[in-house]
């Protein structure tokens, strides 16, 4: 019997996800993969570390990926600016960038604007500014975008093992991926090929794949090697993005519409609407609480739902003096409702998410 499971990584089968023919949707003309969008960033440090000159300074959202920011403490000084999820535009009297300075944009759960950025860019064109479109790669802000640089995580959205795509809508010089192809990307494929077994019943010990999964992780995370895996180089173009997208769309939009019309004395969804043409990341909630939030965790992992933190502060020691943005860290959690799942899914997670009491 085929088991049901819901959220943690992507598995992979060929049959409900590739199309007969290169998909026509939209791409940058010019662009490069990389193994993860973390290297790609690095790799742009490289191209704009001038020889002889202090460390680039990046400013970052102080809500954000906190293992991205302990990576660019590496080789960046890292300061951060207010911009919370909740909050229609950036803090820009907290954004003090100069003249040379680089500014990651991020298009937080898919749900930000473009405008509130285009503005300040052009009051500051002395700045590098880098989009994030990891939250929605294909939206409309990152097609039309006028960034210096924009990068985007696409596993994080795509069933492939690994990929960060890196484009300059300014038509500026990119930078190249350093050493050889990652072996984590074929760990991970290798993972998402034995989940799919799992999913369908097969005879397959579960730690064996997750096991898999963290190792492949761990590689990956290793920028000394940033080459795109030649899976996902080839597999990329294949995938039927315009259906996942649509998909997505559909189960978020249902699963937003029940938790508005059976609200929760427990929690709360993140954002009610969203542009035009834009899809979210996933169904995003609020608790009440740090101790409801891990406590409806648990019982969801308990229920074969398996919901993420987007984002931990602090994640191995990092974070930022930003009171907001620890706190929303404490209470907020990612519901997955992506392209994997039919409004049956999403109807199911809900009917269990109702039924939770601390």
Same mark, same amino acid.
């Given at each position: 019997?085929k088991?049901?499971?819901?959220g943690s990584?992507?598995?992979y089968?060929?049959?409900?996800l590739?199309m007969?023919? %290169?998909?026509?949707?939209w *791409? $940058?003309?010019?662009?490069? @993969?990389? #193994?993860?969008?973390?290297a790609?960033i &690095?790799?742009?440090?490289?191209?704009?570390?001038k020889?002889?000159?202090?460390?680039?300074?990046?400013h970052?959202?102080?809500?954000y990926?906190?293992?991205?920011v302990?990576?660019?403490?590496?080789a960046?000084?890292?300061?951060?600016?207010?911009?919370?999820?909740y909050?229609?535009h950036?803090d820009?009297a907290?954004?003090?960038?100069?003249?040379?300075?680089?500014?990651?944009a991020?298009?937080?759960?898919?749900i930000?604007?473009?405008?509130?950025?285009?503005?300040w860019?052009?009051?500051?064109q002395?700045?590098?500014?880098?989009e994030?479109?990891t939250?929605d790669?294909?939206?409309?802000?990152?097609?039309?975008?006028?960034?210096?640089?924009?990068v985007?995580?696409?596993?994080?959205?795509?069933?492939?093992?690994?990929?960060?795509?890196?484009?300059? %809508?300014?038509?500026?010089? *990119? $930078?190249?991926?350093?050493? @050889?192809? #990652?072996?984590?990307?074929?760990l991970? &494929?290798?993972s998402?090929?034995?989940k799919?077994?799992?999913?369908?019943?097969?005879?397959?010990?579960?730690?064996?794949?997750?096991?898999?999964?963290i190792?492949g992780?761990?590689?990956?995370?290793d920028e000394?090697?940033s080459?795109v895996?030649?899976?996902t180089?080839?597999?990329?173009?294949?995938?039927?993005?315009?259906?996942?997208?649509?998909?997505?769309?559909?189960n978020?939009?249902?699963?937003?519409?029940?938790?508005?019309?059976q609200?929760?004395?427990?929690?709360?969804?993140?954002?009610?609407?969203?542009?035009?043409?834009?899809v979210?990341?996933?169904?995003?909630?609020?608790?009440?609480?740090?101790e409801?939030?891990?406590?409806?965790r648990?019982?969801?992992i308990?229920?074969?739902?398996?919901?993420?933190?987007?984002?931990r502060?602090?994640?191995?020691?990092?974070?930022f003096d930003e009171?907001?943005?620890?706190?929303? #860290?404490?209470?907020?959690?990612?519901?997955?409702?992506?392209?994997?799942?039919?409004?049956?899914?999403?109807?199911c997670?809900f009917?269990?998410?109702?039924?939770?009491t601390?």
């Amino acid at each position: 019997m085929k088991r049901w499971e819901i959220g943690s990584d992507f598995d992979y089968s060929t049959a409900d996800l590739l199309m007969s023919a %290169p998909s026509l949707f939209w *791409l $940058p003309k010019k662009y490069q @993969l990389f #193994s993860t969008a973390t290297a790609s960033i &690095l790799a742009l440090k490289i191209l704009l570390q001038k020889k002889k000159t202090p460390t680039l300074k990046i400013h970052v959202p102080a809500f954000y990926c906190m293992s991205l920011v302990r990576k660019l403490k590496t080789a960046f000084e890292v300061c951060c600016y207010r911009d919370l999820p909740y909050e229609s535009h950036p803090d820009f009297a907290t954004l003090r960038a100069k003249p040379g300075d680089l500014v990651i944009a991020v298009n937080l759960f898919g749900i930000k604007s473009q405008k509130p950025w285009t503005k300040w860019q052009q009051e500051n064109q002395n700045v590098v500014l880098i989009e994030d479109h990891t939250h929605d790669p294909f939206s409309p802000w990152a097609k039309n975008s006028t960034a210096d640089y924009a990068v985007s995580s696409l596993h994080k959205t795509l069933p492939i093992p690994d990929g960060g795509i890196l484009w300059s %809508p300014q038509n500026l010089a *990119l $930078p190249e991926p350093l050493g @050889l192809e #990652s072996s984590g990307a074929n760990l991970r &494929l290798t993972s998402m090929v034995l989940k799919r077994a799992y999913l369908n019943g097969m005879t397959i010990n579960k730690e064996d794949y997750l096991r898999l999964s963290i190792d492949g992780q761990n590689q990956l995370d290793d920028e000394s090697n940033s080459v795109v895996s030649t899976f996902t180089r080839n597999i990329f173009p294949l995938l039927n993005i315009r259906n996942f997208r649509q998909k997505r769309a559909d189960n978020i939009r249902k699963f937003i519409h029940l938790s508005l019309n059976q609200p929760s004395l427990y929690w709360k969804p993140l954002f009610e609407t969203w542009a035009e043409d834009t899809v979210p990341f996933n169904s995003i909630i609020i608790c009440q609480s740090p101790e409801i939030r891990d406590s409806l965790r648990q019982y969801l992992i308990s229920s074969n739902i398996f919901p993420a933190i987007h984002w931990r502060q602090p994640y191995d020691g990092v974070s930022f003096d930003e009171p907001d943005a620890i706190a929303l #860290s404490e209470e907020i959690l990612t519901i997955p409702t992506d392209q994997r799942y039919d409004l049956t899914d999403i109807f199911c997670v809900f009917k269990i998410l109702n039924q939770f009491t601390p």
